[in-house]
C-alpha cells in the first residue's frame, strides 16, 4: 500500500502565503505524474496544478503566477507554493498521485491524499 501525506495549509489572511507538503510512502512504487486539487464547499473538485515524471508544469488559468508546484524524486514529494493568495483559494486541497507499484506483478494506481483545509481571510 502507498499513502499520501500532506501537510502546510492553515489560515492566513488575504496576500499571504503557503507551502503545501504531499510526500509518498509505502510499498514499492515509481511515482509518473503528480497534482493539487482543490475543493471549496458546494463545488466539484478541480485540478489546480499538476507535474509530470519529467518535471513539466500546468496550472489552472486563475493560479498562474501565484502557484508553483514542484517536486522532489528523491523524498517522493510533491509541493505547492501560494503566493498572493486570495478567498476564492479558500478550499481543501488533496494531493494526487499516479503511481506504478511494484511487487510480484505491477500495476498502475492514483491515490489521494486525505486534504488539508486551506482559508484566506480577507
Known amino acids: 500500500q502507498v499513502q499520501l501525506v500532506e501537510s502546510g495549509g492553515g489560515l492566513v489572511q488575504a496576500g499571504g502565503s503557503l507551502r503545501l507538503s504531499c510526500a509518498a510512502s509505502g510499498s514499492t512504487f515509481s511515482i509518473n505524474a503528480m497534482g493539487w486539487y482543490r475543493q471549496a464547499p458546494g463545488t466539484e473538485r478541480e485540478l489546480v496544478a499538476a507535474?509530470?515524471?519529467?518535471?513539466?508544469?500546468n496550472y489552472k488559468n486563475s493560479v498562474k503566477g501565484r502557484f508553483t508546484i514542484s517536486r522532489d524524486n528523491a523524498k517522493n514529494t510533491v509541493y505547492l507554493e501560494m503566493i498572493s493568495l486570495k478567498p476564492e483559494d479558500t478550499a481543501v486541497y488533496y494531493c494526487?498521485?499516479?503511481?506504478?507499484?511494484?511487487?510480484?506483478?505491477?500495476?498502475?494506481?492514483?491515490?489521494w491524499g486525505q486534504g488539508t483545509q486551506v482559508t484566506v481571510s480577507s
Open positions: 507535474i509530470s515524471s519529467g518535471g513539466s508544469t
Open positions: 494526487n498521485a499516479d503511481l506504478t507499484v511494484y511487487g510480484s506483478s505491477w500495476y498502475r494506481q492514483v491515490i
